[in-house]
């Protein structure tokens, strides 16, 4: 395993993150895995040095936090834990979503009863907030860390403007800053090259993106996609913009590229994202050990300089994905 410096943490994570949202109730998602599943994944991580473990209070609604903290627990102070909060919980309670100061203290208390924690690594903000003031959301997150329930705040997928707004207004009061930045990242998402990367390499953001598969579709041959569980279930993946412009056609080059390679396109497409200085970690989210195993072994590959470029020049720019 290969590890980093975790934006300006000073925290040592693995250079891949284990995602956690197939982790939990197969009622809230078919391809979900229960406890009994998840927790040999989990287990195979530890053993093969991956110390950094991504999970959010929405996953399953909040089984995946509670399945996590038991398979640590013994040895949660080894790892590095991050969660998330923003989506509303309760149906019946608007306050359990969002990022007022009310949503922030239950939300996080909630989730660090789930995964046994006194202390979580990093908290993100899963979504920006627009009905709550900036400046509200980061007076309550500050608080959250000097009472020691956090260490490290973290942000998830929004505009780089409102970035800046939250770190200037950190900044402005004294209080702490986002020091990571989740944002959805592939070979057939690159619109955060635009702005939020060189944003986050200039001021020394952690990058830990989410769907560096393209949520499988970076993972299989196109016509084999909606074979799956997943491909066939999930929904969202097909809101995303994976198949406008040439998705299709970098689809075709990432299968050939690994026939030539002799590896998976998983690792090509994992490889990829492993190449760009920026990303600190990449979250892979996986259902079986074998793909798992494959991932850590995609940090042992290697792309030309020519690799890269033949792989992103079909790239053209698709609809901004992810932010809401």
Request: aromatic share 8%; hydrophobic share 35%.
């Amino acid at each position: 395993m290969e590890y980093t410096t975790l934006g300006n943490t000073g925290l040592e994570v693995s250079r891949i993150c284990l995602g956690c949202m197939s982790f939990g109730d197969p009622d809230w998602r078919e391809w979900v895995l229960e406890a009994e599943e998840s927790h040999p994944i989990i287990e195979r991580a530890i053993d093969l040095g991956i110390n950094f473990f991504d999970t959010a209070n929405m996953y399953s609604v909040g089984e995946s936090e509670r399945i996590l903290g038991n398979a640590l627990e013994g040895r949660r102070d080894e790892m590095v834990v991050a969660t998330k909060g923003f989506f509303q919980m309760d149906d019946e309670d608007p306050n359990s979503g969002g990022l007022s100061r009310k949503a922030i203290e239950q939300e996080l208390d909630a989730s660090r009863e789930r995964l046994g924690m006194d202390t979580i690594d990093l908290y993100q903000t899963h979504r920006w907030d627009y009905d709550t003031p900036i400046d509200v959301t980061m007076q309550a997150l500050d608080d959250a860390v000097r009472r020691e329930k956090v260490r490290y705040l973290g942000a998830s997928s929004m505009w780089t403007h409102q970035l800046a707004e939250a770190q200037h207004t950190a900044q402005r009061q004294s209080l702490d800053r986002f020091q990571t930045m989740q944002n959805h990242y592939s070979l057939l998402y690159r619109e955060e090259e635009r702005e939020m990367l060189p944003y986050c390499e200039k001021n020394n953001i952690g990058v830990i993106p989410w769907s560096p598969l393209a949520r499988g579709y970076l993972a299989r041959p196109h016509e084999e996609f909606d074979a799956t569980t997943r491909g066939q279930s999930d929904a969202y993946a097909k809101e995303h913009p994976y198949f406008e412009g040439n998705g299709q056609e970098i689809n075709e080059r990432v299968q050939e590229l690994a026939d030539e390679k002799d590896v998976s396109m998983a690792q090509i497409a994992l490889s990829w994202v492993l190449h760009k200085d920026v990303v600190d970690a990449p979250i892979v989210g996986t259902t079986s050990i074998e793909h798992l195993e494959e991932a850590v072994e995609a940090l042992d590959i290697s792309l030309s300089d020519s690799d890269i470029e033949w792989l992103e020049e079909p790239y053209e720019p698709v609809s901004v994905s992810g932010h809401e």
